[in-house]
């Protein structure tokens, strides 16, 4: 069969009973990176050395069949650097691939960022969904925002530290400057951080720079929030226009209005005249 066996996030200490036994007796392991790998076994105290094989984004569609293949005669232990495998991380095509030739697949329970960010982030656990990584695009990224600006599950996301201030402010763009977010920060490590605030306070609080692994959670929309599509906010500027408001104070005030973006309302409502 296929294992696929979460691995600490941060914390050595979170590594499970079941996995140093997995691992222990492993005969083959694919990894995201072989180094890594050894590298764990070797903090965990495990002598075994099983067969190595280099599973990740780049291989891991040209690899998956003969994976699976392996996996019909002896158990493959399938490792990511940290979390679980398949989770924004490489295996999904690995899982595909054995689900659809009928080898059995199953998993050691055990850390993930997106749960332990959920978790501690004060929003509301009940109904949740991941969004991943948003893509690196701003213009495709806000308009990845806008279309969710309407969802009213908590939303868990992963970003680059680097990238975390453009992100923010893009999601308070599209979802409103107050609507509630958490930034959890090196989560398991020794500088764990989780900072609370509204989205606006979350991007002027990055714009200095941040550090570390990040998840962000997001509120998810009220069920009476009345939420305007940028079409819909063009329209509202260019009848503003219309009355006599100029078009910078109009995209303003339905900026304000709607919590969407006053460049992209000004720029739509000049390419819509």
Not at 26 to 51: C, F, K, S, W, Y
Not at 256 to 268: M, N
Request: charged content about 25%; glycine content about 8%.
């Amino acid at each position: 069969m296929i294992v696929l066996a979460a691995t600490p996030i941060g914390n050595l200490g979170d590594a499970s009973r079941r996995l140093v036994e997995t691992l222990s007796n492993a005969t083959i392991v694919a990894a995201e990176d072989t180094r890594t790998a050894i590298h764990l076994m070797r903090a965990l105290g495990i002598e075994n050395r099983p067969r190595l094989i280099p599973l990740h984004e780049h291989n891991e569609r040209a690899r998956a069949a003969e994976v699976v293949e392996l996996a019909r005669d002896a158990d493959v232990v399938v490792l990511t650097d940290a979390g679980m495998p398949a989770i924004s991380d490489p295996g999904f095509p690995l899982v595909e691939a054995a689900a659809a030739a009928g080898v059995t697949v199953t998993a050691l329970p055990g850390p993930s960022a997106v749960l332990m960010a959920l978790a501690v982030s004060g929003l509301p656990t009940d109904r949740f969904t991941f969004e991943g990584f948003p893509t690196r695009k701003q213009g495709e990224r806000r308009r990845v925002f806008e279309a969710l600006a309407g969802e009213q599950r908590t939303m868990v996301f992963f970003e680059s530290p680097h990238r975390l201030a453009d992100t923010l402010a893009d999601m308070a763009a599209a979802f409103g400057d107050d609507r509630r977010g958490v930034v959890c920060r090196e989560l398991t490590k020794l500088y764990e951080e989780v900072k609370r605030d509204s989205l606006a306070g979350l991007a002027a609080w990055a714009a200095d720079g941040v550090r570390g692994e990040i998840c962000v959670v997001v509120a998810g929309a009220s069920a009476s929030d009345d939420v305007v599509s940028i079409e819909d906010g063009v329209r509202l500027v260019l009848e503003r226009v219309a009355a006599g408001t100029r078009m910078k104070e109009a995209s303003a005030a339905v900026a304000d209005a709607t919590g969407l973006s006053k460049r992209d309302l000004y720029e739509g409502a000049l390419a819509a005249r």
